[in-house]
Structure formats: structure tokens, C-alpha cells
């Protein structure tokens, strides 16, 4: 197994050596609230941590999100479900993780509550250590049209349905969790995810 990385990376703004653990692609600067993905060093993205809403007390660890904004349109040559889309809810702020985790579905779970209930609000959190993030900001569009389009397809076959997603603005927040027994909890809502959720 070759290290992806040749090179140290350092910080653009500061030039310290950036913090990333063993299965990190995207590096961090905490001083400077930068996050780096691998691949493209010169484009920074502003690094934020959320503020449990839920507990006073420092959280058991912090999992990172890329927070997507941005907007979606859709076509269809069917009046009614045009009419039945028109009539959902819209999703709020995608917060994607970009940590790896073997149990994909709580991602849709966790992506889709933050959307519909509000996700982290306050980004003024702590800075603490933040489990090392992977998913490359290119695929984030793609994935915002996909959570979009199967949120649709929950009140509407979506099929011959056309989605875009076009991305507006992207970040990176770490998000608090509580560990609570064998499971922890998300520190903005309090949903329960196994312990295996963040064994990446
Ligand atoms: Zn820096």
C-alpha cells in the first residue's frame, strides 16, 4: 500500500504542517479554520465546528461533514408530479459526510434529518480533533442531486424525472457526538448511530 501523498502538505494561509491522521485526504489547519483536500492543496475550504445543541459538555469525538448549499431544479412531463414535487418540502443544507463509514445508510438518514429538521445551525463550535475526512468535494454535487432526487421519489416515482443540483457553496464542519453505551449521538438532534458508523 503506497501513501497517496508524496509531499507534506502546509497550510496556505499559515504554513504550518496541516493535521490529518492515517486514512485523512483532507487535511486541516485548526488556527486558521482552513480544511485542504489532497488533491487540489491550493484551494482551501473554510473549516467550522458546529456547537452541540443538546449538551454543554465537550463531545467524545467530532465526525466531518462537507456542508453543501446550493440549489435544485427539476423537469418532468407529468403535471401531476410536477404538482406533488412543487408541494414537498424543500431540503435545507446537505451536510454529507466525508468521513468513510461502512454503514451507508445512516448517511442518508443523518443528510436527510439535518435537510428537513435543521442541521448544525451554530458554527461557532470548540475546535477539537476531527476524525480524517476522504470524500473529494468533486463528487458532492452528484451526491446532493442523488439525496434530492430520492427524496422526491419517497412522494413520487422519480423515474424519467430530470434532476440538477447546482452547487452554490461548499464547506467543511465537524460535527459533535456523544458517546451513549455501544452507539453515540449526533450533538444537533440526537440521532443515534451504531458504533460502527465511524469505524472507517
Ligand atoms: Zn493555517
Redesign the pocket.
Known amino acids: 500500500m503506497s501513501r497517496p501523498l508524496l509531499v507534506p502538505l502546509c ?1 496556505p ?4 504542517d496541516l493535521d490529518g491522521g492515517p486514512h485523512a485526504l483532507i487535511f486541516l ?1 485548526l ?2 479554520g ?1 480544511a485542504i483536500h489532497a488533491s487540489d492543496p491550493r484551494r482551501p475550504y473554510s473549516l467550522s465546528f458546529a456547537a452541540p445543541l443538546l449538551r454543554q459538555a465537550a463531545p467524545d469525538l467530532y465526525a466531518p461533514f462537507w456542508k453543501v448549499e446550493g440549489s435544485f431544479t427539476w423537469s418532468t412531463q407529468d403535471p401531476k408530479k410536477e404538482r406533488v414535487y412543487a408541494n414537498q418540502r424543500p431540503l435545507g443544507t446537505l451536510f454529507v459526510p466525508a468521513f468513510w463509514s461502512p454503514k451507508a445508510a445512516y448517511y442518508d438518514n443523518l443528510t436527510l434529518r439535518y435537510a428537513l429538521q435543521g442541521g448544525p445551525q451554530r458554527l461557532d463550535g470548540a475546535a477539537g480533533p476531527v476524525l480524517d475526512g476522504a470524500r473529494p468535494p468533486e463528487v458532492l454535487g452528484e451526491l446532493a442531486r442523488l439525496t434530492w432526487l430520492a427524496y422526491l421519489d419517497r412522494a413520487a416515482d422519480v423515474t424519467g424525472v430530470e434532476g440538477r443540483f447546482q452547487v452554490e457553496d461548499l464547506s467543511y464542519a465537524a460535527i459533535p457526538f456523544y458517546r451513549d453505551g455501544a452507539r453515540f449521538l449526533d450533538g444537533i438532534l440526537g440521532v443515534p448511530v451504531p458504533e460502527a458508523y465511524f469505524s472507517g
Open positions: 497550510c494561509k499559515c504554513g504550518s489547519c488556527p486558521c482552513l
